[in-house]
């Protein structure tokens, strides 16, 4: 079928029926033993912008109202069932790359926004799986990949909401999804921006925490699972995010003031009845206390160390955490510490900063040891080199030292 019989067949479709066939039509164009000549991948784009986005008419030129927000949902559902039904990896991130891939369009990305946060509400792991390996491929630090995780956590992460237990599953349902997933999170927070450091959500830090807390291999899911990629592309090295989960905690004690009271939650507790005893003696409750900031810190603090013995590479060089990375927490602790001496306090007896320097000596220690730690060991222990005074940070550089 040439391509002018192709466009005419799919323009006797109204939207959204055309967006449906037009799926079909460029997974037949693209999927097959070998990579798609240029000419294939061109017709594609063009079906992809004016059967599926309607962004351009049957000339080429630009449509100006585009989709409706109704229309917006009726696509989000077209590919959710065609991404749901397909059962092939390789041909479903073929099919979305394709769709999503360039993403110079605000519309398209606002699509994907929308879509990406309905599969999170409806735990459909197809979408997500697909949207992970977009996430990879874009890049996790990229302003696409930040845009769309800023509107999934604006969606599901804001509120104490009631599905709190169907965000958990998902790390066992689409680890992939959820290791990039929390790659890009790292970007958005405890970064020093104009003065200011952004800390994530509560709710955010307490999911993340029972992800990695409960599942030591999840952060390095997007590694262990290479994404099946269409021929003939280049894919893109999955970044764990456990440099930045590293950053989070060890920076937590400088930036978390002591957490106010946190409210009780009364609990039914089963008791067994003994004898003699009334049934009004047996209604109980127990308080129900939910972490504070500080105490969720500390958990995640270990879910990492965990997550870092289990990244420990048998075969090949480390690949879990990049040696710049941690070096780059020495310009922020070393901020803090010149802060304390211009109040008059003592660097020695600053239980934030003593609290943080100890949890980067614990981070570094154990990724040492276990070999995830990868790049110019020599710089990231002259870095280290130069923050307060640590007994056991001193230990550790002092030990690896001599091993270079």
């Known amino acids: ?36 000549s240029s000419k294939q991948l061109d017709i594609a784009m063009d079906i992809i912008s004016e059967f599926v986005f309607c962004e351009s008419d049957r000339r080429g030129g630009r449509r100006g109202a585009g989709l409706t927000p109704l229309q917006d949902l009726q696509l989000i559902d077209i590919i959710c069932d065609y991404l749901s039904a397909c059962t092939n990896e390789t041909t479903k991130n073929t099919v979305f790359l394709s769709l999503f891939g360039g993403m110079e369009s605000q519309r398209r990305l606002k699509i994907l926004s929308i879509l990406a946060s309905m599969a999170v509400s409806a735990s ?11 996430l990879q491929q874009m890049g996790c630090s990229s302003s696409q990949s930040l845009q769309l995780v800023e509107n999934v956590i604006r969606d599901h992460f804001y509120l104490n909401t009631s599905n709190q237990l169907a965000l958990r599953s998902l790390a066992n349902t689409a680890p992939q999804f959820v290791s990039n997933f929390i790659t890009a999170v790292t970007e958005l927070y405890m970064h020093d921006a104009q003065g200011s450091t952004k ?11 029972a992800w990695v807390y409960s599942n030591p291999t999840l952060c390095m ?15 893109m090295a999955a970044v764990t995010p456990l440099a930045g989960l590293i950053h989070w905690c060890a920076l937590a004690p400088l930036y978390i003031d002591d957490d106010a009271e946190m409210v009780e939650v009364p609990v039914p507790v089963k008791k067994i009845k003994l004898e003699g005893e009334n049934d009004r003696a047996i ?13 969720l810190y500390i958990k995640l603090h270990l879910g990492v160390l965990h997550s870092l013995r289990a990244g420990r590479r048998t075969h090949g060089p ?3 955490v990049n040696a710049q990375h941690l070096a780059a927490l020495a310009p922020i602790v070393q901020g803090y510490a010149h802060g304390v001496l211009k109040r008059g306090g003592k660097l020695q007896t ?28 020599s710089n990231l222990l002259a870095a280290l080199d130069t923050l ?14 001599q091993t270079i």
């Open 1 to 36: 079928m040439s391509v002018s019989d192709l466009k005419h067949a799919l323009r006797k479709f109204e939207f959204p029926t055309c967006a449906r066939e037009a799926l079909i039509r460029i997974e037949q164009l693209l999927v097959g033993r070998a990579a798609p």
């Open 124 to 134: 459909s792991t197809p979408v997500l799986l697909a949207v992970g390996v977009w």
């Open 199 to 209: 800390l994530p959500p509560k709710n955010l830090l307490e999911v993340i925490t």
């Open 221 to 235: 899911s997007a590694q262990l699972n290479p994404a099946a990629l269409p021929s003939g592309s280049i894919p």
């Open 283 to 295: 209604i109980k409750t127990v308080t129900n206390k939910p972490l504070t900031e500080c105490e």
């Open 318 to 320: 480390p690949t879990a």
């Open 350 to 377: 600053d239980t934030k900063l003593q609290d943080s320097l100890d949890r980067i000596g614990q981070a570094v220690q154990v990724a040492l040891a276990n070999g995830c730690v990868y790049g110019n060991m």
């Open 388 to 401: 307060p005074e640590n007994r056991l940070l001193r230990i550790i550089i002092k030990t690896h030292q």
